[in-house]
């Protein structure tokens, strides 16, 4: 009865049958799983779980061509550019993250994003993201051990063994 | 009895214990506040450290991080919507909201009394009836662990926002994600896709710290050019007649705390979530709605997971069970310190219970002090512009995760987890369903497979047994109560009589 | 202690502006890795933390331990053989990897690896709720016999001690019983207690206090003779003489490195883990809990894994509880 109030979003039909799919994905490996078969299968808990994903996924697609659209496209509410390059550097980051390591991946980020967001000078910026890692260095290397992601493009470089 | 007080009153009369218990206590708030680092991982570094010292001084230490850790979650919950610990998911319901109206000194103030007046229930049940807290935990069979779990999946009725089917959708989602990895029981790949990578499963950290703190970040990536909201921070003591008027919902939650602290497959994270849940029922006239910033959604949750930390003790010191993560590691160093935990613990060396308690005390008030103190520094934090705060937030985000189990996969599912979660929210989910099934999830797997493969599969054997059981009847019973309570049936006996819903 | 890990941090940080001359230093020049490949306050890793300040000393060098769990220890197993073989990268594990081919858990085993030291192993305790009439195993087992799938046993998963004992123990004769798998000991024995189960195999460090308190009745230790710690309880092969060609069984805790690691990282490692685990701190800790201490290294710590793995996987064969045949996987018939 709320849902009168809200108006269909782009994209939101769509994102209703992907959670369909998804929930029939979950179905497939409760099955696999013996889920059909016994009552203390591994399978059962996950059968559970996608039944109950795709019948309220069902309601929810039935729910959503009931409502009134809204007329703006995907990018201005859903993606506006401020978040779809957001996602972008996120997606970067993460992609980067392996190869470089922690603390280059992290400096690029850091300092790509806040420079983007701010749209201020590059400096502080900079400054920021130097900061920020050397900050987690500190404290999740040296203090809690955590040995961060080192990066294999840059193995060769370091003394072996190198813990960085 | 002299005696007792004596061992009780060590650590506030030796100096040198006096300053390391304040100390873990500080450090303990800040390793809660920030998300990826757990007490469980201080605790054992904290071991390799201590091991050349006494070990009442290794004692005194992680008391003091466990006291101040499970309240420094509240933090990072309040200021950022990132739980910083697992106990402070239910607190961010409400304290999140709380710091977007400006409120984040009174959230915080408020959460540090009542997390103290948890931590002192906690230790009085500790002190007064552990044997007995003890024995009752152990009652809990497989199929009572299954009611708890079940009880607390009811509360996906209660936070699932605009409808029901889309916070069974998240809830149910939550339950599968959490499958994934080798399953338990019979160790065979659920949702691993043939990797090795997916074998150690998803935590729920990663799902916490994706779903709450990266989606609502570029959620707020919409506002950027929006001023943050001034915070108030004038009054950060909360005032005494406040504190008055919730302590009786304050009270009811630490014991809610206690009992489900103490029981051996069950932490801090769910007593905060069932007493959440509970506050949500009980309490007709909230300061303001749930979700909104009710102080209820914040006080009883805050009670509820420092009063499971005397809770878990109780198991540890009597039996020589762990009663969560932390004290599992604890009873490691009283290994490696040459103790014998287990039920002789109590009997052969006394001094050790009464020191712990006595500790545990000392490590409230200074929880009482340091959480009052510096909140307004914290609070600024969040009047940081968003253009830097927010990937701050990405990268804090980043190495939380990467710090759970040291796996760069955890990473990547924690950053998809946020923009799936981003999604979710844009489309009018609410994400804290998806997280609750996650905790939840395993528990009721194992649980229900457990109680059935106990009855060699044979449900009529299962129902026999579990009516011959009188813990399980009352919980039964419960849960019958907490489930027609959620059937509105006053609109439904209109609606059946032809009226317009009321 | 704390000023320690800092400088040594501080100084790590230092060389990435420029020193690569660290290749000619002598092993080793730097901080080493442990990864254990079980969880924070269980017995691989108690053990571990508690050796690790003596070898420490021994080497030089600090050793950074962290725990990467998960998929009973195929993550960290795998973790580590990602990693270069310079030495510098230590396994922390314990026996469930030379199960992995045989339950189909992990392609990767202890096989590209190397055993730096056995540290010590547990000698499995036969216990049972201390509500039960048994006073005996013969008597567990014969009724066990007498009431097919009645009893409750708590077990720690497939390839779990709880899970090769009884097996073993069905080798004398078949019975059939109840398996609930738990997390782990701890959970299991807080069942056992509660009455959720009727008996379990647990390991002697873990339930020494539990008997000893009268909280469980252990019925046998899982040996052939008596443990110091145990002084009391019968050995297995009292009530069943045959079970002794299986023994020594039972789960033990070491340390790994990669087999193609330089000769003299090996050395000095090995050497480094002999003197720890010789300390008497350690030595203490270990009997005290009811462990036998194993501080074995080189050819004999190869012929035990290798016996441990024959015995173990071709029980789980014959039990038909294996997943993939041992004869495939080359592992030979216990002699």
New interface residues.
Partial sequence: MHDQRRRREPGETLFGYLLLLMSLAVMAEGSRLQGFDSVSAPGIAPLAAGVVMAMSSLAIILRTRRVVPTEAGFATRIAPRDVALSVLMIALYMALLEPVGFHIATFAFLSALVLYLRRGGPGFALLVALVSVIVVHVVFRMVFTVVLPQGWLLRGLLPPGWLL | MTEQIGFFLLSWLDPSLLALTAAGTLAGIYIGA?PG?SV??????L??????WEVNAALALIAGVFTGGVYGGSRSAILLNIPGAPAAIATALDGYPLARRGEAGVAIGLSTVMSVIGGFVGIIALAVAAPVISDFA?????RDYLLLAVMGLLLVGTMSG??L??G??A???G??LG?V????????G??TLGT??L???IPYVAAMIGFFGVSEA?VQ??N?RVKPVKQDVSRIVPPWHLVRKYLPLSLRSSLIGVVIGAL??TGGDIAALMAYDQAKRTVKNPSRPFGEGAYEGLIAPESANNAAVGGAYV?MLT????GD?VT?????AL??H?L??????M?ETPHLFWFTVGNLTLANIFLLVFGLTGIRAFAKLVEC????L???I??LS??GT??I????VD??FM?GF??FG??LK???FQVGPVVL?MIL?PM???S???A???V??D?GFFVEEAFASPLTLVLLAFMSFLLLSQVPFGALWRRLRGQPPG | MMHRRMLLGGLAAAPLLGATTARAQAFPSRDLLGVIQWGAGGATDVTGRAVTPHVEAALGQKIVLQNRTGGTGAIGLTYVHGLPSDGYTLLYGAENPLLYKVLNISRLDYTDFTPICLLARSVPVIVANKDKPWNSLKELVEDMRRNPGRIRMASTGPGGQAHVVSTMLASTGPFRHISIPFDGEGPGLTALQGGHADWMTVGSGAVAEHVRAGRVKALAVFNDAPLPSLPNVPPATADYPELARLMPWGSFYGVWAKKDIPAEAREKLVAAFRTGTANPQFTQLMTGNGNVVMNTSGAEAEAFLARWQSVTAWILQEAGAARTDPATLNIPRPS
């Fill in positions: 920030i680092l469980t991982m201080a605790a054992s570094i071991i390799s450290f201590t091991f050349t152990l009652l809990f069979a497989p605009e409808s089917a889309k069974l959708f809830g149910a989602l339950v599968a499958m990895g080798l399953d338990p029981m019979t160790a065979e659920r949702f090795v990578q074998m150690a499963g570029l990536l919409h950027l051996p497959g198991p039996l020589g069970i762990p993560a599992a590691v604890i009873i490691g290994f490696i040459g014998k935990p287990g039920p002789m613990l009997i512009p968003p253009s830097v927010i990937p701050l990405l990268v980043v190495v990467y710090a189990q040291n796996s760069v990473v990547y950053l946020g923009i981003y999604l844009m489309y009018g099934g999830g009721i797997d194992v229900w497979r457990r059935v493969i106990s060699g599969d449900l």
